[in-house]
């Protein structure tokens, strides 16, 4: 009984630990800060960020440069970091 509660602590103490903050910058003067998982996917920032900002998600794009992230492609699979800025827009 111990073990397994020791080894669901341990989990739960990597899911805490893998929590980044991205900050998306629209470049009309907002910028969205958002919390969230390394191995959530573009997707979900997305419905993230339509949460906070009151736009739906999919009339939001994100990319950085000329690269569109893809809806189905985790951030951890992009090299998204904590602390990173990405570009905002909207469809």
Not at 11 to 30: A, F, P, Q, T, Y
Not at 50 to 55: H, L, R, S, Y
């Amino acid at each position: 009984m111990g073990l397994e509660l020791s080894i669901a602590k341990k989990k739960e103490e990597e899911r805490e630990l893998s929590m980044i903050e991205v900050v998306l910058n629209d470049r009309l003067g907002k910028k969205v800060r958002v919390k969230c998982n390394d191995d959530d996917t573009i997707g979900d920032l997305k419905k993230l960020v339509a949460a906070q900002t009151g736009t739906r998600a999919d009339k939001i794009r994100i990319q950085k440069w000329y690269t569109i992230y893809k809806d189905h492609i985790t951030l951890k699979d992009y090299e998204i970091h904590d602390g990173m800025g990405l570009e905002l827009y909207y469809n």
